[in-house]
Structure formats: structure tokens, C-alpha cells
């Protein structure tokens, strides 16, 4: 079956401007993540949502992040007054509930210049 | 918050041999502990996880040990394989978010 897609796969943006990023988790699958991976670092946790419902959004980064998930399906990652920082690759993932196996996407790749 | 070390950053095998990483944490909470691969360019694959109910579990080639009291888990990849060759990372969710380490560039040589 299709796997998690994320969309766009590379996003260049000039600094100041906003940015979004979308994810279309697995069917059926309730918990979605989000996650930030700089180049050849780790994985940063960023977000997740069981349901349309966000428990915790300490992890991101700043109030320039949000991030939100309707219908229990897509989710967009939204970053407004983008700076050069923020340049990373934005992956996502989906698991059938929260603390089961999670697949990733193939993440999009945003350049902040 | 959840806090996640790491252990070596850098890991090279020769082909055959077995290799080792260790991840500490510092969540008493935290009750399931994956362990990803990623491949140069490649998203992250779940490889094995375990659940702090447990305190070991194989899967062919892969194993992985958790000591509660301690607060650390190991991967074990015995008879190395050049195609082993990848990033791994440990994680630690304490049912509210994943916490994950830096990572460990494994190299194989053949």
C-alpha cells in the first residue's frame, strides 16, 4: 500500500518569507510526527498528533512553527517568517497509534537563502 | 523532559565482526525504546524496538538489550555485513514525545 508522502520534496525559500509543508500519513494510521533533521545531525522532535489533537507543542522550535492536522488525515507544518536556521530536511511519520512502529516519509528538503 | 546520549558517534567494523552502540536516557518513564536505520539520503527504518517490559529481544542478526535500572539500552549486530553500513539511532518515548540520539555512522569493511 502507498506510505507516508510528504510534499514538496524540495522547498527554497528567501529568508522572511512563509513556508508549508504538507504530510499525508498512512491510511488509517491516528498518530502522525514531525521531526527536523539538520545535515548529518539527528532527528529532532518537533510534534506529533493522535488524532486532530496536538498533546504537547513544546518541541518546536519557536512561535514561528505551527503545525496542524484535520480530518485525522493531512497535516501541514507551517513556518512563517522563515530564517536561515531553519534550513533542514522536515521529516514526517505515522504510526497506527501513538507508540507503535512509526514510517517515515521522505521528508522535504527546505533551503532557507 | 526526556534526554538521549548516544554511544559511539562513529563505529567501524570489519566485515564479520559484531558492533556494539549504547544509548543512556534520563526519563524513568520512558517504556519503548526503537532503534532506526538510515541510509545515506534515505528516510529512517524501524529496525527493532522493545518495550520496558522486556529486557531483551533478537531478531536474526539484531538484538537489543534494556536495563531499566540503569537507564541504558544496547544494539548488538552480529556478523556484520557491508550492507549494514548506515546512521543508527536510538530513541526513548515517555508516552508524550520521542526523544532521539545523535546517531551512529556504522561503517563495515569488507
Known amino acids: 500500500g502507498a506510505g507516508v508522502s510528504q510534499s514538496p520534496s524540495n522547498k527554497v525559500t528567501e529568508k522572511g518569507k512563509d513556508v508549508e509543508l504538507r504530510c499525508d500519513p498512512i491510511s488509517g494510521h491516528t498518530a502522525l510526527y514531525w521531526y527536523r533533521q539538520s545535515l548529518g545531525q539527528g532527528l529532532e522532535f518537533l510534534i506529533y498528533?493522535?488524532?486532530?489533537?496536538?498533546?504537547?507543542k513544546s518541541g518546536l522550535p519557536s512561535d514561528r512553527f505551527s503545525a496542524e492536522r484535520t480530518g485525522g488525515s493531512v497535516s501541514t507544518l507551517t513556518i512563517q517568517r522563515t530564517q536561515q536556521e531553519d534550513s533542514a530536511v522536515y521529516l514526517c511519520a505515522s504510526s497506527f497509534s501513538y507508540g507503535n512502529e512509526q514510517f517515515f516519509g521522505p521528508g522535504t528538503r527546505l533551503t532557507v537563502l | 523532559g526526556e534526554n538521549v546520549e548516544q554511544h559511539p558517534s562513529t563505529l567501524s567494523v570489519q566485515e564479520g565482526d559484531s558492533a556494539v552502540i549504547k544509548c543512556t536516557y534520563s526519563?524513568?518513564?520512558?517504556?519503548?525504546f526503537p532503534w532506526y536505520k538510515q541510509e545515506l539520503g534515505k528516510r529512517p527504518q524501524l529496525i527493532i524496538d522493545i518495550r520496558s517490559n522486556v529486557g531483551e529481544k533478537k531478531d536474526q542478526r539484531i538484538a537489543v538489550t534494556l536495563n531499566k535500572t540503569a537507564k541504558h539500552f544496547s544494539l548488538h549486530i552480529t556478523e556484520t555485513q557491508p550492507e549494514d553500513s548506515a546512521v543508527y539511532f536510538c530513541a526513548a518515548d515517555n508516552n508524550n514525545d520521542m526523544r532521539f540520539g545523535a546517531g551512529t555512522r556504522l561503517t563495515v569493511k569488507p
Open positions: 498528533f493522535q488524532g486532530n489533537s496536538a498533546p504537547d
Open positions: 526519563d524513568s518513564a520512558s517504556n519503548y
